[in-house]
Nanobody, 125 residues
Framework: VQLQASGGGLVQAGDSLRLSCVGS????????MGWFRQAPGKEREYIAG???????????DYTDSVKGRLTISRDNAKNAMFLQMNSLKPEDTAVYYC????????????????WGQGTLVTVSS
């Protein structure tokens, strides 16, 4: 079972990026999935998550620091999750991780079972 995160890069403040997280070895459509990030010298933090709340309906959650700028989505046919990041700021510079789990507690890091390797996003001012 593997999650592969990609899409990071070096951008300027105000630019956009779209991160992808593709799963293999298991179907993740029934899983809660989340995005975390770890900035240099800081602990890893939760930023966004999604979990099922009905047939083909998913609940999404964002921290205040990213709400309105980042959008999480998923494509079950591709076994994938995405993070559209707009209006990027230098403080968004971090390694971004995707994760999947079976708990409804999206914000609890220990609730996730599987983790991607991380993709680096660098935002210059």
């Amino acid at each position: 079972v593997q999650l592969q995160a990609s899409g990071g890069g070096l951008v300027q403040a105000g630019d956009s990026l779209r991160l992808s997280c593709v799963g293999s070895g298991r179907t993740f459509s029934g899983y809660s999935m989340g995005w975390f990030r770890q900035a240099p010298g800081k602990e890893r933090e939760y930023i966004a998550g999604t979990r099922g709340s009905g047939i083909n309906i998913y609940y999404t959650d964002y921290t205040d620091s990213v709400k309105g700028r980042l959008t999480i989505s998923r494509d079950n046919a591709k076994n994938a999750m995405f993070l559209q990041m707009n209006s990027l700021k230098p403080e968004d510079t971090a390694v971004y991780y995707c994760a999947a789990g079976l708990s409804s507690e999206l914000r609890r890091e220990t609730a996730y079972l599987y983790w991607g390797q991380g993709t680096l996003v660098t935002v210059s001012s």
